[in-house]
């Protein structure tokens, strides 16, 4: 690589990272902002499915640079894409799919961090979160939730570039800590006792440890974080205001909210209604105020709450 004064030069086959699966290779070719250039190599008979993003605005950028895919149009018919064409979304919402005729090498352009997704170190963390979800049953999908939410208030927020990544990724993997507690705590029939509660506060510094020793390190902070509290009353550290992270803040009020509406052994889940009263009387107290409020204004879009 020749770097001068951001001005960057790359030789032929070369790349900031690189992945290799079954049937693809996908290699990160450039990023910046938030933003990745990556070069797509697939086998031929292979699927490609392309989807809505977590936020409407993102575009992804397809060209065909040698081979040809097929656009599996839903009425049935189809539409042959080459080499020089391509395609491209941008608010888009649904799904369509396309086949490879032959080995076909696609430039890929996303405004949303994509890579990670799909590189190892993702897969091994997918692994461990099912892993707890299978020690803990009340955690299942859990982190999906609060990712889908919290990308929805990123959106209102307007948080984009990096911190729309770590918030991505945080969202996703902040109980991951949980993997290294004991079995029978995450799945105990009775409310914790105090020495099983220790144990299950130091999940957010396991979770740091974890993510620490990856590419994802810029999230750790974040994940030991989550269960902070604006008045100190959290853990793992007893942090205040401004010293717990926005994205720690935005994570804290989905987590609390999906704790609170999902069965336990020891606790019956409760209503939509109670919750966001809880939140509602914690919010500038426990919860950031500002977040409560756009979380509820997201669960009045999908008709879940209604504040009237």
């Known amino acids: 690589m020749i770097i001068m004064s951001g001005f960057y030069i790359e030789k032929r086959g070369s790349s900031l990272e690189k992945v290799s699966q079954n049937s693809a290779t996908l290699d990160l070719l450039a990023r910046g902002d938030g933003a990745e250039v990556l070069l797509q190599e697939i086998e031929a008979d292979k699927i490609i499915q392309i989807s809505s993003p977590n936020r409407p605005s993102v575009m992804e950028f397809f060209y065909i640079l040698e081979g040809s895919i097929t656009w599996l149009k839903q009425d049935g018919t189809s539409s042959e894409i080459s ?18 005729n032959e080995i076909t090498k696609i430039l890929y352009v996303s405004t949303e961090p994509i890579f990670h997704h799909i590189s190892y170190v993702i897969k091994d963390f997918m692994n461990m979160i099912n892993q707890v979800e299978e020690k803990d049953y009340y955690t299942h999908s859990h982190g999906k939730r609060v990712q889908d939410y919290a990308s929805r208030i990123a959106s209102k927020m307007g948080i984009a570039g990096e911190s729309f990544e770590r918030l991505m ?55 030991e974080q989550h269960h902070e509290r604006l008045d100190g009353s959290g853990y793992p550290y007893g942090l205040k205001g401004d010293k717990i992270s926005l994205e720690a803040r935005i994570i804290a009020v989905i987590d609390a909210f999906d704790a609170m509406t999902t069965d336990r052994s020891y606790a019956k889940a409760k209503s939509i209604t109670e919750a966001v009263g809880e939140l509602k009387s914690d919010a500038g107290v426990k919860f950031d105020e500002d977040v409560v409020d756009l979380f509820i204004e997201v669960l009045e879009e999908e008709g879940l709450y209604n504040d009237n």
């Open 169 to 223: 990724y945080a969202s996703l993997f902040h109980d991951i800590g949980k993997i290294k507690m004991d079995d029978s705590i995450l799945n105990g029939k009775n409310y914790p006792t105090e020495r099983e509660w220790e144990e299950i506060q130091k999940h957010p510094i396991f979770g740091r440890e974890i993510i620490e020793k990856s590419l994802l390190r810029n999230i750790g902070e974040i994940v």
């Open 83 to 100: 080499a020089g064409d391509y395609f491209y979304i941008n608010y888009f919402k649904g799904k369509e799919h396309l086949k490879t």
